[in-house]
């Protein structure tokens, strides 16, 4: 039975990924952050582990204990857990920035150092690094996220090509629009962070971000539940060549395009708008 560390797992993408996975026979370590989470996803018949991207000492004792059962082993890694932190650049506090990066690019950075010598030694595996559409294009209001993933992006690729002579694949997985709670999640920092009714942009944030961060389960256009990213998931863990990067959403697929063939000023139009 293959094995596989799944990262951020107490909802949408990670969910969705460690049940599937276990339904195709993997034997899946599922890690949320909250012991909570945890012991609900343990409820449910999953293995669970307690992994915080920001603690590192969180780290080490997460992927201990998975080694611990496996006998020293690990057929996979995938690395999703994140989370958004919204508002202008200008009204980002560097603090809120430096918070972010702990999880969604160090913590990252940080795992996937520590699997890759378990790796070498049993010469074969796979990372994942569930990256984003706003690894390779930027919305406004997302600064911080957007900036994260293309971190990520740059990271990854690197890696990919140092490992190129090695049994060990690299691969990213870049989603636009997912069935998350990542909106959700998001408020809380966007109410710790962001002084929006100071800011010179008070004035758009009260007509257009507050009402789409804040709105009732509207879904975004082209919006795929998470089984979309557990179907690219698969591909990537089990194909003899893996790609080096799967879209997901046409949102994805669309703005690849339109990066490679607009004008910059012009792809600024049409971002700016969405």
């Keep these: 039975m293959k094995s596989i560390l799944i990262t951020g797992c107490s909802s949408g993408i990670g969910y969705d990924a460690a049940f599937g996975l276990k339904e195709a026979g993997w034997r899946v370590f599922a890690s949320c952050r909250s012991e909570k989470d945890c012991n609900r996803l343990s409820k449910m018949g999953l293995e669970t582990v307690q992994l915080d991207y920001a603690n590192e000492d969180s780290i080490n004792a997460a992927l201990q204990e998975v080694l611990e059962k496996t006998d020293g082993t690990l057929d996979a890694l995938f690395n999703n857990g994140a989370y958004a932190s919204p508002g202008a650049v200008e009204d980002l506090p560097t603090e809120a920035l430096k918070q972010i990066f702990e999880t969604n690019f160090f913590g990252y950075h940080e795992l996937t150092k520590k699997v890759i010598p378990v790796m070498r030694r049993q010469g074969y595996g796979r990372i994942v690094n569930c990256s984003s559409v706003l690894g390779f294009v930027t919305l406004p ?134």
């Design 141 to 274: 209001w997302r600064g911080a996220y957007n900036a994260s993933k293309f971190a990520l992006e740059g990271l990854t690729h690197t890696l990919r090509i140092e490992m190129r002579d090695t049994p060990i694949k690299i691969i990213l997985i870049e989603p636009g629009p997912i069935t998350s709670d990542i909106r959700k999640n998001a408020i809380p920092h966007f109410e710790k962070w962001i002084d929006w009714e100071s800011s010179p942009l008070s004035e758009k944030y009260r007509k257009i971000f507050i009402p789409r961060l804040y709105k009732d389960g509207k879904k975004d256009r082209f919006e795929l539940p998470a089984s979309a990213v557990t179907k690219k998931l698969m591909h990537a863990l089990e194909a003899k060549t893996p790609k080096a990067a799967y879209y997901v959403t046409t949102s994805t697929y669309l703005a690849a395009f339109l990066k490679a063939v607009l004008p910059t000023e012009f792809m600024d139009r049409i971002l700016a708008k969405v």
